[in-house]
């Protein structure tokens, strides 16, 4: 089909446009400040001002126009249409979708061909038959509605006379019709952007479906109708998954979720391929609410015997403290999989996490067990009866040097730490063990101990105060420092004193300590025998180091070749007279230790070994 002649007219240069082309009586004029008019024989007409905008209307219902910077667009009657761009560039689509494209002015086409890219490049998911035909029926259904809108608007949708119509006196546009003509093709235009979006709209919503239920109504449904609502909706990736939280019954939806979102209306539109994960109760499980039907007002104990029948395997009985007298035994709760339970239907596997809470009648000891030390054991026991305990059991202690009749250590349910707001029942188990009331204030003779000359005064101080049951005895260390001898304490009634008031009965051990150093030898006696080579110099040396001060070395002058054994190698040695002893053994820093040396007996190398003693 050729180009309607009213594209040709809105992109011809002036002078270059044949008004009466067909011979058909169509004329038009041609102004000299560039403007110009156009009246066809069939009725069509346009103008254009000197600025180069204008507009054109066909008979046939086509229409166009063009503005001073080159731009414009043109719709034929027959479907086709075409626009030109102000950098010259022009595109027509005949009604047939020929297109011709190019970068003539005048619109002229540079290159003809068919092309579908109008409808190639809208696709959307699905089966290509499906998509094309989409795509046909939303392009054809724009077209036919653009067609008819401009038709009402330019009136050519009126029934049109048989007879030849005589051509009209030449008519120069108003600006009012001009105006009109621009409103008439913004108005069209916005209509068609409306179907465009509307069919948008129509193609988005051919790839998804509608979910048959909101998040909330699936909670509690059977699994099998939920899956069979998704399945008849047209869902293809279908999940499930079982949940042993909650208390819904069997096969029971807990939760569903659409690519991630939990929470969603009824009728969401969603993919057919979405992901939807369904959630759903775990089998097996035992109803509760009956058998724990009234819980509050059963004990502990009932409670438990409860629990078992129903075959649950983990619950617990816990006890909460309370300063009311009145809730003692009481339930305070039941909790289910975290949850409190409050007689509402609950269905729960078998193992299950069910903890009851319930009160017990406490009370606060009121001390810490730092406060109760050192305090009358009459005093104590009277304040503790007072506060309401009943199960108090007193410990007369005979050790230590505590005054008469004051408490040493209070024990709470076998703990011997705490703090006065610890709480335990009225029949609790406390414990008091407290100091014999037979002793004597020692405390002016055995504080100044550390003044006495040596052990053996202190002792003989001792005595002389009248306390008979005195020992002295030594404490062993390694510690070279210390001086030998020295004091290091007084061990009292079986406890060690270093100061502080100190209460005693007569006859009361106590043993005075003085240092002694004792080093343990590190080897046993076959590391210095089976070395044949251990040089009697490297042996010597590390026994000086480890603080031993009395050492002996011989020389046995009875190598002959010195093939078997160096000279200088150990022949014998002994600690405290013992030929035997091992890595562990201890001995004071003063035993003797003798070592025999092998040596020749002329022209010998060690020199400095001047005794002999013979094997």
Not at 579 to 598: A, G, L, M
Request: aromatic share 10%.
């Amino acid at each position: 089909m050729a180009k309607d002649r009213g594209w040709d007219y809105l992109n011809s240069e002036p002078g270059e446009f044949d008004f009466d082309a067909n011979n058909d009586g169509s004329y038009g004029n041609e102004f000299s400040d560039g403007s110009s008019s156009y009246y066809g024989a069939d009725g069509s007409w346009g103008y254009k001002d000197s600025d180069g905008s204008g507009s054109y209307h066909g008979a046939d219902g086509s229409w166009g126009y063009k503005d001073s910077d080159g731009s414009g667009s043109y719709y034929g009657a027959d479907g086709s249409w075409g626009y030109t761009n102000s950098d010259g560039y022009s595109s027509y689509y005949e009604g047939d979708e020929n297109e011709s494209s190019g970068d003539d002015s005048n619109g002229d086409s540079v290159d003809t061909s068919t092309d579908n890219s109008f409808l190639n490049d809208r696709t959307t998911e699905g089966s290509p038959f499906v998509d094309s035909l989409v795509n046909a029926a939303a392009i054809g259904t724009l077209i036919f509605g653009a067609v008819k809108l401009v038709q009402w608007l330019s009136g050519s949708d009126q029934p049109q006379r048989d007879e030849p119509v005589e051509p009209p006196e030449p008519h120069v546009p108003t600006k009012e019709e001009i105006k009109k003509d621009r409103r008439d093709s913004i108005i069209a235009i916005c209509v068609l952007l409306g179907i465009l979006v509307g069919i948008q709209i129509w193609l988005f919503l051919l790839t998804r479906e509608r979910v048959p239920f909101s998040s909330a109504e699936a909670r509690g449904m059977n699994l099998n109708d939920v899956m069979l609502a998704l399945e008849e909706a047209g869902f293809e990736n279908i999940k499930t998954v079982v949940d042993s939280s909650g208390w819904l019954n069997d096969n029971q939806v807990t939760s569903i979720s659409i690519d991630g979102e939990t929470k969603f209306r009824k009728g969401k539109f969603a993919k057919t391929e979405a992901t939807i994960v369904v959630k759903y109760s775990s089998p097996g499980r035992v109803y509760v609410t009956d058998t724990l039907e009234n819980w509050e007002n059963c004990s502990p104990a009932i409670i438990d015997v409860k629990l078992k029948k129903l075959g649950l395997t983990n619950y617990a009985i816990k006890e909460i403290p309370t300063s009311e007298p009145q809730d003692n035994q009481a339930i305070e709760g039941i909790y289910i999989s975290g949850k409190a339970f409050n007689d509402e239907k609950c269905y729960i596997p078998t193992d299950a996490l069910v903890i009851v809470q319930y009160w017990v009648y406490k009370i606060a000891i009121g001390n810490s067990s730092g406060d109760f030390k050192g305090e009358s054991i009459q005093k104590v026991t009277a304040e503790l009866r007072n506060r309401g305990f009943t199960n108090i059991r007193v410990e007369e202690y005979k050790q230590g040097w505590a005054e008469g009749n004051t408490v040493i250590e209070v024990r709470l349910d076998g703990e011997c730490s705490f703090e006065s707001d610890y709480m335990l029942s009225p029949d609790a188990l406390i414990q008091i063990k407290y100091s014999s009331n037979d002793r004597i204030d020692v405390t002016d003779i055995v504080s100044k101990w550390h003044t006495a000359k040596d052990a053996n005064s202190m002792k003989e101080i001792l005595e002389m105060a009248g306390l008979k049951n005195t020992i002295v005895r030594e404490k062993c260390g390694e510690d070279l420092s210390v001086e030998e001898y020295s004091l290091t304490g007084l061990n009292i009634n079986y406890e060690p004193y270093y100061e502080g008031r100190c209460y005693i009965q007569v006859n009361a051990p106590i043993a005075v300590e003085y240092y002694r150093v004792k080093i343990t030898i590190g080897n046993r006696l076959g590391k210095y025998m089976d070395d044949k080579k251990m040089m009697y110099r490297t042996v010597v040396d590390s026994l000086i180091k480890m603080g031993f001060t009395n050492i002996h070395l011989y020389r046995n002058n009875a190598l002959i070749t010195g093939w078997l054994d160096s000279e200088g190698s150990i022949a014998s040695f002994t600690i405290d007279g013992k030929k035997s002893f091992s890595e562990t053994d201890s001995f004071y820093r003063d035993v003797p230790i003798e070592i025999v040396v092998n040596t020749f007996k002329k022209n010998s190398s060690c020199k400095e070994i001047s005794d002999v003693k013979k094997k």
